[in-house]
């Protein structure tokens, strides 16, 4: 029996995005089924999942056993202690306790932040000034991200050593400083830059992106920029499907119906959805780049 993971739309859901990066980075996804809802707004969240009462929030985690959890941190710890061989959480005492209080200050706290400022993958907006009650916040993450680096003694582009559950919490709030171009200090936005080009990240995107549901309340009417983390390359859509590389799609194995063009040649999909998601960062796939590189 497999877990259940049910998340609302990609681009736009914090804690289902930090949610699939922990077990992602886990290496947990052969054990679970994703399920994603595609709610308008956050009030539309609640009527499209009555069956997962009591918890009826995004995400949710249903065990194996048919136990409902709906809390992000109550999903880490029974995740990580399911299984501890995935060092979900910093193997020693020290970073472990440091990335344990910064999950859980990420979950209880930035409230200027989350309540006006939403995650939104989709875009970048350029010309923001954040407002003082905000600053406070940005200046908070600032401190606490370089306090975990330096306190552990991290020799990797996350907060604690190795990734952990509290880069996975943190990804959705780096996501969101390069949608409003809020900038911290240099430790801070390289560690953004660490989240922007981190594959499990990417894929999310490109998965969000090749959906196309939109959250209007998400949206905002700023100037916009570019996403500051540009993919190498980016394929095009065709119909041409007489020349492909590949006969079987790289993800379900099934015949090809649905073309892309890359380079010089075209790469066959068994459906639109993994076509359009390959299409917008091709090189984050590794079943894609299995074909790309052969
Ligand atoms: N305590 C939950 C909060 C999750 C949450 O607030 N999810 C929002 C969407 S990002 C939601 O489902 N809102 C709908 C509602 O509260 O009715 C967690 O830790 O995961």
Redesign the pocket.
Known sequence: MKYQLTI?NRLY????IAAVMMIEHAGLMELVDIITVYPDH??D??PRIPHLAPA????TLTLPCGTQL????AMAEELASRHPDRNMWPQDPKARAIARYLANEM?SSFGALRSSWPVNLRHSYKGLTAPEDVQAELDRLDLIWTHARQTTGSQTPWLCGEYSIADAIYAPMATRLTTYGFELGPTSQAYVSAHLSDPALRRLRAAGLAKGAVVQDCERDFERAPWSFVPAQIGTATQDGSQTVNTHCPYSGRPVEHFMRLGDHTYGFCNAMCRDKTMYDPEAWPEFMGIYQS
């Open positions: 609302g859901f914090s804690w289902s956050e009030a969240v609640r009826r929030t995004l995400p709906g809390d992000s941190m979950h």
